[in-house]
């Protein structure tokens, strides 16, 4: 008798908890604040992501996954505990059944480690399922039939992309350039451009409100406040659209790069029903300003913006395992030499 079935969009940005029958039920940062010496946890979640850059110096907030993978075990497994046990109430119930989502191409050392702190973490049964398949189930695409469906998965620490068909990847990439590595590059950009040093908090408010990848978007301005690196006292700076595309122009092209290196791997006949199709983005990245638009100009193929894309890997949790005869055993690979 297996208890209720929970799913785990384990984000480097974010943790979003999916139960069986309520849907999303948990939405929080992955973020612990504990104290240096004693490893104490002081806060986990929202509370925690709070005191990033605020915190005394005999606490740290830390966030326990780095570019999609674990990055500290022990802390790791604390948060999912304690994300378990908010969404299920005093404890799990009897055997419950967990998917985890984990980035396309990571390896088995890494792939263990993500089952370990879920397993550690209370759950009985650990299903691992690659985020852009989940993407894709999460956004209502079909990808049981012998048809080509790409999805763009921009979440925190990792961009994943990948072709599916007959229930399967078919090819992929993951790359460790997402929202972590954009909110790096503005707090570069800004130190380097304007002597001003902000924090992660103020990158990513820079993110939502000025930032655009697309050249003909409007030109917005944000002020922005931080700490004058030759005075050390507090500066005000405008920051313009313009100038934050040049700051993320890297990190866009190397998007652009694996999207089109999964493209050129793809077998013909699944090619052209991506051309057709289009191409799906979700993730937290879908939603930074031009990027659709962008990636149409740049792989010559529409791009569509999931609905609700933040949440397509959560929901596909669900959803897979509510289906677990269908998509809990890999489809038959030699069912693809017909495309090759």
Known sequence: MFGRDIGVDLGTANVLVHVKGKGIVLNEPSVVAIENQSRRVVAVGEEARRM????????????????????????TEFMLRHFL?????????????????IPANITSVEQKAVRQATEAAGAKHVYLIEEPKAAAIGAGLDITQPSGNMVVDI???????????????????????????????????????????????????????????????????????????????????????????LALDEMVQSIVAATKSVLEK?????????????????????LLRGMDMMLTEELQVPVHIAEDPMTCVARGTGEFLDNIDKWGKPQQRARMQRYR
């Open 155 to 245: 979440g925190g620490g990792t961009t994943d992309i990948a072709v599916l068909s007959l229930g399967d990847v078919v090819t992929s990439s993951s790359i460790r350039v997402a929202g972590d590595k954009f909110d790096e590059a503005i707090i570069t950009y800004i130190k380097r451009n304007y002597n001003l040093l902000i924090g992660e908090r103020t990158a990513e408010d820079i993110k939502i409100r000025v930032v655009s990848v697309y050249k003909r978007s409007e030109n917005l301005e944000m002020d922005v406040r931080g700490r004058d690196m030759v005075s050390g006292l507090p500066m005000t700076v405008s920051i313009h659209t313009e100038e934050m595309m």
């Open 266 to 286: 793809t077998p013909p006949e699944l090619a052209a029903d991506i051309f057709d199709r289009g191409v799906v983005l979700t993730g937290g990245g879908a």
């Open 52 to 75: 990033l850059g605020r915190t005394p110096g005999n606490i740290v907030a830390i966030r326990p996954l780095r570019d999609g993978v674990i990055a500290d075990f022990e802390v």
């Open 85 to 101: 046990k908010k969404v299920t109430g005093s404890g799990l119930m009897a055997a419950p059944r967990v998917a985890v989502c």
